[in-house]
């Protein structure tokens, strides 16, 4: 039975949705070499899963996501799923075509299993001690829950950024259970410059003295400005310059020369206001965590090194999508994923898109985006072997 | 009376130096209204000054920087100063035939009067209650200096990033005493993108407890995370993705998969080392002060927006030079200066070096870029009106 409800006039979108949560009592081993003694995982499904069970797309999220991608929770509700954008009845994701599946990862806060959980070892949340988790056990876990809906083969997996790296892992560890892996504004594996500018959000973070360690849960506190700084940083790189200009150009919040610590600009106000709120809803200890598996990901690592290698296995059919004004993720680095999967001699549909946002981009209306994803998973959806 | 003491192999350098300081006994309006009953100016010269008084070159500071532009303070200093791979004999900026002098900016924490100087008025140190100071600020107390030395027109005034657009400011408001206007990697003003990652570090120190609203020199206090993560934005940003690539790679500390918060990739350390360094010899309220006059630069804002008008006055010859790799002051930064400075039919000399390490490349050697600066300068020596 499918959890969506469609609202009145919901203008296309999927309407009023309701999280589920799949439980795993059985042992869980990571990459790290710790074992979770059982697990959970938060999920959202739109549209109707068809009788050959073959429909189902998985939608992986990024830094900050999480399993609510499309709809609202409540009549009430402000702002839609993250990426409502993409996913509903008529967009690039059809809900009348697809049965859409978006989870919450393992380590997330927002239900899934993670920093905020309660340790069955020692009856406290894990906070600090939550194990390291990596892309290859995201997807395991994926593979899990795929299980417990009865979905033997994706249709498709999609991600953008971090989520577009999951679905290169699950083409590479699950050859025969992704019939399409869609990865948008991804790379293979991180450049130097990424990690440091997770590092610094790390720092910020990590600095901040309400963080302790880690473990601010047992104090009450929360380390709202090392969030807020982490936050910003993610802001001011996944944006472009021009698309930061266009939006904010040099407006002084009054004409005057001001004291260097109050805020002058609007750009610094906007800022502000982002990080504040989102150190209101999310966690430290996950934004860690989350940092780290996009670090680490490097699927090429167990293949000593060589991407062609590591795609060698894959049964997939893949699509490469990148934004001409992402410098955080830049073409250049969904190129690198092509000319692999080419020299793997894969099934590749790749297109950069000019955009001017950035990195984020991928989250944003697009006509052309929309329309080379939506062809292309209108194709996947007819059973097309090789929509292009 | 030349300061300068040469080392025996000193291997082209100034050699030993010596930082004197100019004392201004008199009241110092700012443009932010307030006024300095008295400031001082720390400074160094090299080489000498001829007996035309027509040889002096001004070396503008950027962001961090101070009067030690070049040499050494003792035979024991690991390192020489800031510019010492441009300045000396020799050298792109050549003591053998120019008098170079460098100082340390009003606001500064290097000697001239700032953050850490005495208030006549309260008898205690500034502190974040010394007033913003802005580029024109810079260059009048600058003008001061040059009055004190006996140096009625420079040859040349140079800087790179912020201390480029001090020497667009210097043209613009005193075009009899500035020969050549040489400005490296600078703009003509700050995108939003610059001042949000400008917001970025601001906050970073200022969300830091030591820092105490500025007042942490009162309680003996260091706000060393927010000096550290302010630094590590400024580094990751003045290089280039690819120089961090060739640099630091993906080499990870260990091989293993380590917890979220420690270190585990080389490029954390770098920038770990960077910055706890920095935080050891950086004042924070000057850190805040450098990062606002920055922000505020715009020469054009007097002529109500218009750059070419701005330029309309100035007398100097211009060299303007950027680095395909800097993607803080890109090249297209630098051709909005260049295009405003010939619409205002003057004479500019531009280029664009291909130099792979970011912002940072002004810093570095770089054969045509030296070939470049130093070509120009050997014509502005001779004397020549139109050096190109």
Redesign the interface.
Known sequence: MPIVVRLNGAEGGVGLVEPRTAHFDQPFAL??QETLRRFDLVYETYGELNENRDNAVLICHALSGDHHAAGFHSPDDAKPGWWDTCIGPGKPIDTTKFHVVALNNLGGCNGSTGPRTTDPKTGEAYG?RFP?V?VKDWVKSQAMLADALGIERFAAVVGGSLGGMQALQWAIDYPDRVRHAIAIAAAA?????N???N??A???I????DFR??RYGQADAIPR??L??AR??G??TY???DS??D????ELKSG??????D???Q??SY??YQGTSFSERFDA?TY??M??AL??F?PALEFDGDLVRAFAETQAKFLVLSFTSD?RFSPARSNEIVDALIEARKDVVSATIDAPHGHDSFLLHNERYFEVLGGYLDAVAQGADSPS
């Open positions: 990459q790290c600090e390291t990596t594996k991180l450049s130097a410059q990690i440091a500018f590092e610094i790390r720092q910020a990590q600095s901040d003295p360690e880690g400005k090392g807020m700084l910003m940083v802001h001011v944006l472009s310059d930061m200009g939006r904010f150009g040099r005057d020369i001001g004291s260097a610590q805020v002058q600009f750009v610094e800022l502000h200890n860690l965590l940092t780290r670090d680490y490097d410098w």
